[in-house]
């Protein structure tokens, strides 16, 4: 894992277009991926029903894209640290997209670049691309342009 720190949330507005560090790798299950289908009500066979997803267009089970999309929330803390805050809100994202499937077993991690920083009331609100990878494949299995405000 590696990270980039920022003193400030102030720091942020100089450092658009920078690139972040990259996070830890981190196993997708296939208890990980049920206990996502549990939380959200999402049972689609291709990702809970093993048996009828080894003869599925993947071979396997993968992950939904959401709990795929999710993992920027555990990747971003590991490649971006901000100082001085009294707190960070995760404010949304702006844009999402899943080029590539996530099969159960697959190992990812999150790198990441600041796309745009303004000052917003409190402190300061910055776009971060988390481009999620998955080991062994070219194309990135999410990228998703995350929205966090930086509160001073």
Known sequence: MTYVEFESPQALLGAVGQELGISDWHTVTQEQINLFADATGDHQWIHVDVEKAKAGPFGTPIAHGYLTMSLASLFLPQIVLVHGLSMGLNYGVDKVRFPSPVPVGSRLRGKGTIISAIEVTGGVQAVIRVTI?????????????????YLV
């Open 133 to 149: 990878e998955r080991e062994g494949s070219e194309k990135p299995c999410a990228v998703v342009d995350t929205v966090s405000r």
